[in-house]
């Protein structure tokens, strides 16, 4: 799984975004591509991907791209 820690700001749009979106999908995406789109269960106030099915190497990827959008 990958964490992705967000800034107080960007916690709080979450959280937003989370309550409205409560037993709807939030879209997931990376690179203009959608990566999944979980069914949300409860506000949200920390945000984690489950890499279900992907190898180490594409996990890695996944932090790497991730990381480098936040520049």
Known sequence: ???IRLDPEGTAKLERLSV??????IVVVVDGDP???PIVQSPLKIFMITANGLTEDEVDDLARRLEHDKD
Do not use: D, K, V
Not at 20 to 25: A, D, G, H, V
């Open 20 to 25: 409205q979106q409560l037993s709807r999908p």
């Open 35 to 37: 990566t999944s789109a």
């Open 1 to 3: 799984a990958l964490i």
